[in-house]
């Protein structure tokens, strides 16, 4: 018989892994998957809680996206998109526009997430540079956002233990403090606070407007940098100051768009007016790599103009559009109209919030929050204080070794452990998968 992960670890080199961990712990070999459990080689399941990467929102083979993949297959698997189109994108392109929040008209495709913010901090740039305010070159993200692993897209995140070694080569921007609630950036405890760490925010646009082109964040849910969740009246503040200082709000709903906050789109409430949006991951329920970044008419129009004026945006990946891409995507989003996905899933958010707050009963587990189906658990070292766990324990990798055991996909970042659940989850299945967390989180403690 082959042995696949001897092969697998003779020739691959995985992303965000310490290979040599691999030795003690190599990657687990599936096969194949259905709804929300994937399955080894043995036949053993595992049930998906991080939805793959954040990716898979319907379920793993999904009849439908399955079916509509297999149909584009048969016409055109791939075409370039200069010069060219096709009908799956430009259907694409009109049901996200007619989704979208307000004023999100013109749709670009790329590759992935990291390429959707590349576009975005790309065309705002160049934006005002078509439009003869040079100045305006900088940008200004929170201290722990994570926008993908590009340099673009590295330089305007958080600097953490990921992309600290490549520091040297980002461009220069402008860091605020991020409204982590539960570890609150100005000191305010629960109740008293007024929004108090836009301040930061404020004053630099005051002092530095003139330079900055625009602010990025993801809205509502600061996935990578820890599950952080954040009170809407932050993003509408940091939206309202982006108007009043001239600078376009870029909004990164890779993670969170698609159902994952509850709405379509987690900045999709009344007054959140946005310049971009970057969306990948749920876009095509995890099916097929596809990045998209979302504008306006004003900002399209900056680009519009004879050859000779230099206003073209020279931007473009070799896959854009793929027509597979975009046919997975006209399928997920189907199933959204069809299956009523969000009312359904809306219908498990009062349980999962409740099942998550028994989790603070265990000694270890400082905070808990939650937004639609996402879920962290952020484990201290002492409750009080809120000290922190010492990394050097990688009590995250005995929590990954022990979910597996229970039969679950648990990745915790760091020392947070989160649920990032695939909408089609079901009662039953969320009822089982957090009795099992709450025993491996228990256990995982126990001496
Ligand atoms: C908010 C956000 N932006 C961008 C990215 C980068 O996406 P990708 O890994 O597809 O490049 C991620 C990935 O986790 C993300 O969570």
Redesign the pocket.
């Known amino acids: 018989m082959t042995d696949w992960v001897g092969k697998d670890l003779k020739y691959v080199w995985h992303p965000y892994t310490q290979m040599k961990d691999c030795r003690n712990m190599p990657p687990l070999l599936i096969e194949r998957a259905k709804g929300i459990k994937l399955y080894d080689t043995r036949g053993r399941f595992y049930y998906d809680t991080i939805s793959s990467?954040?990716c898979n929102v319907h379920g793993h083979n999904n009849p439908a996206i399955k079916s509509a993949i297999k149909k584009q297959l048969d016409l055109l698997e791939h075409v370039l998109f200069a010069g060219f189109t096709h009908k799956p994108a430009i259907e694409l392109a009109q049901k996200l526009a007619a989704l979208a929040p307000a004023g999100l008209s013109r749709v670009f495709y790329s590759?992935?997430?990291?390429?959707?913010?590349e576009v975005a901090l790309k065309m705002s740039f160049q934006y005002w540079h078509n439009t003869g305010e040079r100045k305006k070159t900088k940008f200004v993200s929170l201290d722990r956002?994570?926008?993908?692993?590009?340099f673009g897209?590295m330089s305007v995140s958080g600097v953490s233990l990921f992309n600290e070694v490549f520091s040297p080569l980002f461009f220069e921007s402008f860091k605020v403090p991020s409204p982590y609630c539960y570890r609150c950036p100005v000191g305010m405890q629960e109740g008293e606070c007024d929004t108090d760490c836009l301040k930061p925010l404020e004053r630099l646009l005051e002092k530095r407007s003139k330079e900055i082109a625009g602010i990025i964040l993801?809205p509502r849910l600061?996935?990578?940098g820890g599950m952080i969740i954040y009170p809407e009246k932050y993003l509408k503040g940091a939206a309202s100051l982006a108007k009043r200082f001239n600078v376009h709000l870029i909004l990164?709903?890779?993670?969170?768009a698609f159902g994952r906050t509850g709405r379509m789109f987690a900045s999709g409430s009344a007054g959140v007016l946005a310049d971009f949006i970057?969306l990948?991951?749920g876009i095509t329920s995890g099916y097929l790599?596809m990045?998209v970044t979302l504008t306006t008419d004003k900002i399209y129009k900056a680009f519009y103009a004879d050859f000779e004026q230099k206003k073209t945006f020279y931007h473009g990946h070799t896959y854009t559009a793929n027509p597979v891409a975009c046919a997975a995507a006209l399928a997920s989003l189907e199933i959204f109209e069809k299956d009523n996905t969000l009312k359904k899933a809306a219908g498990l958010i009062p349980l999962f919030r409740e099942r998550l707050e028994g989790f603070k009963a265990l000694p270890f587990v400082g905070d808990v929050r939650s937004i639609g189906l996402v879920g962290a658990l952020e484990l201290v070292k002492d409750k009080k204080t809120k000290e922190a766990l010492d990394f050097r324990e990688r009590t995250g990798l005995k929590v990954y070794k022990a979910g597996l055991e229970k039969n679950l996909i648990l990745r915790p970042l760091g020392d947070i452990i989160y649920f990032f659940l695939p909408l089609c989850v079901k009662r039953a299945e969320l009822e089982d998968i957090l009795d099992r967390s709450y025993s491996v989180v228990k256990k995982a403690f126990n001496g």
């Open positions: 990467w954040w590759d992935n997430g990291s390429t959707s913010v956002g994570y926008h993908g692993d590009t897209a993801e600061m996935a990578a990164d709903e890779v993670a969170t970057c990948s991951k790599p990045g």
